[in-house]
């Protein structure tokens, strides 16, 4: 077990390395393991969120780690391989707390990635699985859930407030 128990903080809407496409991961070692340890430990540290991606924690690599459902992954290197069927939910994000917004994306996806030793294995997803499977690999690319909305507002529940999609869209690639 890892000696560094670390907490990170999660990196807000317009910070810019939420936009930078992120490294893959080539080298598996301890220092691989302490910081998915800490990607995970920051998951569950903030609470409400079904997974968290590296770039949230300003780690440049391809990395994933998610809890939900009941069920929990480390993905290294993760890529969409298959993907059918599409639906459409709302989505919120770590980065944007409090914040939902419609995303469409696809219902039944499989997915490659690598281990935290570099086996490799795959993964077949659905329904909301499959959406936080895709919303988390995305933000490897860069591409946040603000991307593939199409209404024009996100909305807090708690605060009744609006944000316009094109406002964040523009923030988040400005800085």
């Keep these: 077990m890892s000696r560094n128990k670390k907490i990170e903080t999660i990196i807000r809407f317009g910070d810019p390395r939420l936009r930078v496409v992120c490294s893959e991961v080539a080298v598996f070692h301890k220092g691989l393991h302490d910081k998915i340890d800490c990607i995970a430990r920051t998951l569950h ?36 391989v298959e993907a059918s069927g599409s639906s459409i939910d709302y989505e919120g994000c770590l980065s944007l707390p409090g914040f939902w917004g ?31 499977f895709q919303h988390e690999i995305d933000h490897l690319s860069g591409v946040l859930f603000i ?3 199409s209404d024009e507002y996100v909305f807090n529940d ?6 316009p999609v094109a406002y964040l869209r523009n923030a988040t690639r400005s800085q």
């Design 102 to 132: 419609q995303v469409e994306r696809h219902q039944r996806i499989k997915v490659s990635y690598q281990d935290r030793f570099g086996e490799l294995h795959s993964v077949d997803a659905h329904d909301r699985m499959a959406r936080c």
């Design 45 to 80: 540290e903030h609470g409400g969120g079904a997974a968290l991606a590296a770039p949230q924690i300003a780690l440049l690599k391809q990395i994933v780690v998610i809890d939900y459902l009941g069920e929990y992954y480390e993905l290294i290197n993760p890529r969409i």
């Design 147 to 149: 991307d593939r909305m």
């Design 158 to 163: 708690d605060t009744k407030e609006r944000l």
